[in-house]
């Protein structure tokens, strides 16, 4: 297994904590255990595409959004 790039994991729990939102919040926004959420962010696991979107919306962000975000940061 992969791990996800630092700088999209690093964007992801930038944003969460930016809005005051904890795993749990966000994770069923999109869809998504906590667990796999919480492994996604500590590095441990490399989201799918669609999981990533699916975050990026559940964040209030369009997949472009989040992507110029992760950009930035690499």
Not at 9 to 19: C, H, M, P, T, Y
Not at 23 to 38: I, P, R, V, Y
């Amino acid at each position: 297994p992969s791990n996800p790039d630092p700088s999209l994991v690093a964007v992801i729990r930038a944003e969460r904590e930016r809005q005051g939102r904890s795993q749990e919040s966000l994770a069923h926004d999109a869809g998504l255990t906590t667990n796999a959420l919480s492994r996604i962010e500590l590095g441990q696991s490399d989201p799918s595409f669609s999981t990533v979107t699916r975050i990026a919306r559940a964040l209030g962000l369009t997949g472009e959004e989040l992507m110029r975000r992760f950009e930035g940061e690499g």
